[in-house]
């Protein structure tokens, strides 16, 4: 015998039009049946028989007890269903309670998709840093953290600049470089705009890297790798260490300019960060730095010279000229003065 929720479902169902050949698959009964309901009225008549079973289980029946098949009938061929779409099919189907309880059970019952497994994976010394930008606002402007994460170590290096040009990059990271006193074997970037121009990867195209970036890759000999879009947690070491600058250097503290705010970085970089027991590796990273140095590759013997990107333009000094009387005879004047001639 179907129950009563099955037989609601069914009203439902039959008032939004659906046949009564799909509902008698749908439900695995005759059509018979459904037309016998129908004329009997047994789809509209409420069961005592029922009502004193959902009393027996609950010491407090509530009004969302008898429409509870209905919501996991629902959930079950549509997960998505908000609990407001749910709250008006059964107020539909003769629900006379309130929208709270339909959240509640909603958020009790709805299916979950099984999360992904996050695998963490270990690097071997020297082999992978991890490069990032994390945004940050201070009272003269928004500064960009860029952060290097060497895999092994998890040493951290920072730095904060203006902006998040391709020249900033180069100059953080062979400021890093020189901080870890080496070069790993690859840099794993996100969609970083100075590095990547397109990824189609996900289409089953090709990734497509910033030619000038190249240049600097191989005169620091080291490759260039790119998560794919949408997957920062291939990313991790250098992500969770974003929350963490937040946190543990930026929070809290008062900075009066961008020299006072990377000269505190230093600080909390040596002081701090890169000797405290690490959560994840139980060590400090750099006591771990010092095994990872034996293996990281040797710095360039000197800065990147891009042949595209324009040095800094050097302030040209100012052309001041003698001061002068001009009266009636200027030239002469002039030529006077700077001891030349007409």
Not at 297 to 304: C, D, G, H, I, V
Request: proline share 5%; aromatic share 12%; with cysteine.
């Amino acid at each position: 015998m179907i129950g009563w929720e099955h037989r609601v479902l069914l009203r439902h169902y039959l008032e939004q039009g659906k046949t009564k050949t799909e509902l008698a698959a749908r439900f695995g009964i005759s059509r018979q049946t459904i037309h016998r309901w129908i004329r009997s009225g047994d789809m509209d008549r409420d069961l005592s028989a029922e009502t004193v079973r959902y009393a027996r289980r609950a010491q407090v029946a509530r009004k969302i007890d008898r429409y509870k098949g209905i919501i996991l009938s629902r959930l079950a061929e549509y997960p998505e269903l908000s609990a407001v779409r749910l709250f008006q099919e059964i107020r539909a189907a003769g629900y006379a309670g309130g929208y709270t309880q339909v959240k509640e059970y909603v958020r009790e019952v709805r299916p979950r998709p099984p999360e992904e497994p996050v695998v963490r994976f270990e690097t071997p010394p020297g082999h992978q840093g991890q490069v990032d930008f994390a945004d940050f606002r201070l009272p003269w402007g928004k500064r960009y953290a860029f952060l290097v994460v060497l895999g092994f170590s998890r040493t951290l290096w920072l730095q904060f600049f203006s902006r998040q040009t391709m020249q900033h990059v180069f100059e953080g990271l062979e400021t890093a470089f020189t901080f870890f006193g080496g070069v790993p074997q690859e840099l794993l970037f996100d969609q970083m705009k100075a590095v990547i121009i397109q990824d189609e990867r996900s289409d089953g195209g090709r990734l497509t890297e910033n030619a000038e970036f190249l240049r600097f890759a191989h005169h620091w000999d080291f490759r260039v790798r790119a998560c794919r879009p949408y997957r920062a947690k291939t990313k991790g070491k250098v992500e969770r260490p974003v929350s963490y600058v937040r946190s543990s250097f930026f929070y809290g503290r008062t900075f009066t300019s961008d020299e006072d705010l990377n000269r505190q970085a230093r600080h909390w970089l040596d002081h701090v960060a890169n000797v405290r027991i690490h959560g994840t590796l139980k060590e400090r990273p750099v006591d771990r730095l010092e095994h990872e140095q034996d293996v990281l590759k040797p710095l360039a013997s000197r800065p990147y010279r891009s042949f595209v990107l324009s040095p800094k333009a050097k302030k040209r000094p100012k052309l001041i000229l003698p001061q002068i009387e001009v009266e009636r005879r200027p030239l002469e004047a002039y030529a006077q003065a700077t001891g030349g001639g007409r």
